[in-house]
């Protein structure tokens, strides 16, 4: 029998289907991107090649297992996959980031 796994977070149709509507979930604005989140933006504008841009796309294609396994070696990186995918607005806070920091 196949074993399962349970991370917490559900299958990435349940991150779609989630939303933040707390003000707790809202970022500062003011603060820089962080190193996850400029290699997000860096791969959604095709900016992100060799090991990190492969790395992302593993992440973007994983199942909840192994989504899990990618967590305990690249944990910032799956966490703002995680933010992307569910976060209403958290895509947005890093354009906006990227346009502050002149990154457009």
């Not at 991150?15 to 933040?20: I, T």
């Not at 790395?55 to 973007?60: C, D, G, R, T, Y």
């Amino acid at each position: 029998m196949a074993e399962e796994y349970d991370d917490g977070y559900g299958s990435a149709l349940d991150f779609e289907r989630a939303g933040c509507d707390t003000e707790e979930d809202v970022e500062d604005p003011d603060e820089p991107l962080t190193p996850a989140e400029y290699e997000l933006w860096a791969c959604m504008y095709k900016r992100l090649g060799g090991f990190k841009g492969a790395l992302w796309m593993a992440i973007a294609h994983a199942d909840t297992h192994n989504l899990q396994r990618l967590h305990a070696g690249y944990p910032e990186q799956v966490e703002a996959y995680r933010r992307y995918i569910s976060e209403d607005g958290y895509w947005r806070g890093i354009q906006d980031k990227a346009d502050r920091e002149g990154l457009q």
